[in-house]
């Protein structure tokens, strides 16, 4: 049976394919000859920045590649300022790649990268839960969160290799160190919140041992995204710590409604281009949410009583995902059924290829600002 179904399946994307191909060009309204972009530059700055992940498995791969050359070198540059930019290993000719010397030329040449052909390879990939013939919103969520998953794990494991220094597989705060732009910087990010301390360290350690191995050491980068609840309980108590204005060890309602609530309610509207609310009309929700928080109604907040929200403050790569798939469907189903089929996807190619649009006042249409960049 699952071979009959795969046979048809491959039959009906060669058909898609053919008519695609043979078709009048009605591209509605998309530049079709838009040129894809990887994203121009890394910097060690950008880690706890979320930004945006590849649609494309493929072009995630060459930009992790290129990425990873940059990130060496700028390591380099930070750790060794001795080595010269022509003794750099990082500048090293990796022979797998001479063909893309390039790789936004690459990425822009029909004949080695084509978007319609890239679309139908991935379309059974991500119609699974059913497999229907149809991409609906789960299933390109889930789709976009195994790409960040991925993405975020490679980028740990990378960092991991730095701190390891005696190579067992594990890292000890001993041998860990905070990033040389967070030590040159104490205004970064996550620097007064503690993100760069034995607390967190060890809130990371799930399981105790004083050592943190590759899947505690991704928690300990992305805590948003852990399971682990000594290190969702860390967030809470770094929340408090941030907000409590007046050091009673408690949050207010003044010091919640003042920074909590928006991140919460941002985080609970889909509809983030509606009319700013006024003050007053803020005040009353945030009230009731304070309340239903507030558990023994001292009319104050601990970092326990922030838990159930904390997945608000620090929303995880599901959230984005979502978003990203959200506008993707936005973009491209054309019937409005809230699914996408496979001719839908390739007549938008290059909304799968795009998460951020802004409208040009010169033009009628929108300008897609390529993800990559």
Same mark, same amino acid.
């Given at each position: 049976m699952g071979k009959v179904s795969a046979f048809v399946y491959i039959t009906v994307a060669l058909l898609?394919?053919?008519?695609?191909?043979?078709?009048?060009?009605?591209?509605?309204?998309?530049?079709?000859?838009?040129?894809? =972009?990887?994203? %121009?530059?890394?910097?060690?700055?950008?880690?706890?920045?979320?930004?945006?992940?590849?649609?494309?498995?493929?072009?995630?791969?060459?930009?992790?590649?290129?990425? #990873?050359?940059?990130?060496? !070198?700028?390591?380099?540059?930070?750790?060794?300022?001795?080595?010269?930019?022509?003794?750099?290993?990082?500048?090293?000719?990796?022979?797998?790649?001479? +063909?893309?010397?390039?790789?936004?030329?690459?990425?822009?040449?029909?004949e080695k990268f084509n978007v319609t052909s890239r679309l139908v390879l991935l379309f059974p990939k991500i119609d699974v839960d059913p497999?229907?013939?149809?991409?609906?919103?789960?299933?390109?969520?889930?789709?976009?969160?195994?790409?960040?998953? =991925?993405?975020?794990?490679?980028?740990?494991?990378?960092?991991?290799?730095?701190?390891?220094?005696?190579?067992?597989?594990?890292?000890?705060?001993?041998?860990?160190?905070?990033?040389?732009?967070?030590?040159? #910087?104490?205004?970064?990010?996550?620097?007064?919140?503690?993100?760069?301390?034995?607390?967190?360290?060890?809130?990371? #350690?799930?399981?105790? +041992?004083?050592?943190?191995?590759?899947?505690?050491?991704? +928690?300990?980068?992305?805590? %948003?995204? %852990?399971?682990?609840? !000594?290190?969702?309980?860390?967030?809470?108590?770094?929340?408090?710590?941030?907000? #409590?204005?007046?050091?009673?060890? !408690?949050?207010?309602?003044?010091?919640?409604?003042h920074g909590l609530f928006d991140l919460v309610r941002n985080y609970d509207e889909e509809d983030h281009n509606s009319s700013h609310p006024s003050h007053d009309s803020l005040e009353s929700p945030a009230k009731r949410l304070f309340s239903q928080l507030d558990k023994d109604g001292d009319r104050l907040l601990s970092d326990e009583e922030l838990l159930p929200i904390i997945g608000k403050i620090h929303p995880s790569e599901r959230y984005y995902a979502k978003q990203q798939s959200d506008y993707i469907i936005s973009q491209a189903d054309s019937d409005k059924d809230g699914r996408l089929s496979l001719i839908e996807m390739i007549e938008n190619p290059y909304v799968f290829y795009s998460a951020i649009f802004s409208e040009d006042e010169n033009e009628d249409d929108y300008e897609y600002h390529e993800e990559f960049r």
């Open positions: 898609v394919l053919f008519l695609v191909s043979h078709s009048p060009k009605k591209h509605s309204g998309h530049n079709r000859h838009r040129r894809l =972009k990887l994203r %121009s530059s890394f910097r060690f700055s950008n880690l706890t920045r979320h930004e945006p992940v590849p649609f494309d498995p493929l072009v995630a791969d060459i930009e992790r590649r290129r990425e #990873d050359r940059q990130w060496e !070198k700028q390591y380099l540059e930070n750790t060794h300022p001795e080595f010269t930019d022509d003794h750099a290993p990082a500048h090293e000719s990796q022979p797998e790649w001479e +063909d893309f010397m390039n790789a936004e030329d690459y990425l822009n040449d029909e497999a229907d013939g149809f991409v609906a919103e789960n299933e390109l969520t889930e789709w976009n969160l195994q790409q960040a998953e =991925k993405e975020v794990l490679h980028r740990s494991m990378r960092e991991m290799e730095i701190h390891d220094k005696n190579h067992d597989g594990f890292v000890s705060f001993a041998e860990y160190e905070p990033p040389s732009w967070v030590k040159n #910087d104490n205004n970064s990010f996550g620097y007064d919140m503690g993100w760069w301390k034995e607390e967190h360290f060890n809130a990371s #350690d799930a399981d105790g +041992d004083g050592l943190l191995n590759v899947t505690e050491f991704n +928690d300990f980068l992305h805590p %948003s995204d %852990s399971k682990n609840p !000594k290190l969702l309980n860390w967030l809470c108590k770094e929340e408090v710590r941030e907000r #409590d204005t007046d050091k009673d060890g !408690k949050v207010n309602f003044e010091e919640f409604f």
